[in-house]
């Protein structure tokens, strides 16, 4: 494993591949989930990337940045049963120079959902993920199904900037209770991790009802906002049933392929969870 401090390191490190790079980027605190986006590009490519770098441009001003979980010693040992691995760990100077002063906006898909609750987050989002390509400069990169809309602010980023990189999505890894991995979930206290898993209780309960027959959006979110509100510790922030493909929230009769969602606090965590449904694929 070589580990790049610098964009210059990194650049030279990059020019010795030969073949395909695939890039895992991260912000670090890494969970089975991110070895999973890891396993999958180094059995798709020749070479690959993790970066480790928490953004601060996509955290808004009350958001937890300084108190997002960072260890980058415990990282670097999970990450070194993988022979071959470029880690990229560059520093808030590098990433934000003085008088940085260019943005990538995904207009539209940044909008409703996390978007609206999070103002500025895929902003922050798109513009480091662009840099990060730009340095990296590989043939894959691996994103979490766990983070719909930010995989489809990337994958739109990708199409509108003509990035000659194809951007896989990996299908959420779970906890054996169902609870989404995330970095977050280490802000929860013993008793909010036992109540962390109706988020995924709420989800499987709107799809069995959408797979008996229930086509009403507001039905579906009717039965994911009341198995949440049956747990004390969980605090909505907002379910949705929206279009997989546009984000669009959906009114009255579902046709197409539809993406469940959902943001709930449980004690300090801001947890998040989705599935798509009318696919042939299921993503939980
Ligand atoms: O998903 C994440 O961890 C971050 O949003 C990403 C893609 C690494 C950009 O900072």
Redesign the pocket.
Known sequence: MIVCQTIEALRLERAKIVGAVGFV???GYLHEGHLELVRRAAAENDAVVV?I???PT?FGPNEDFSAYPRDLERDLAMLSAFPELIVFTPSAEAMYPQDFQTYVQVERLSQGLEGERRPGHFR??AT??AK?FNIVQPQRAY??QK?AQ?LAV?RQMVRDLAFPIAIVGVPTVRAADGLALS?RNSYLTPEERAAAPVLYRALCAARARYEAGERDAEALRATMRAVLEAEPLAQVDYVSVAEAETLRECEGTLSGAVLLSMAVRIGRARLIDNLTLGTDRHFC
């Open positions: 980027p991260t912000m970066s770098f928490v953004n996509q922050g989002v480091v993920v990060l994103f979490g983070d930010q990337i970095s």
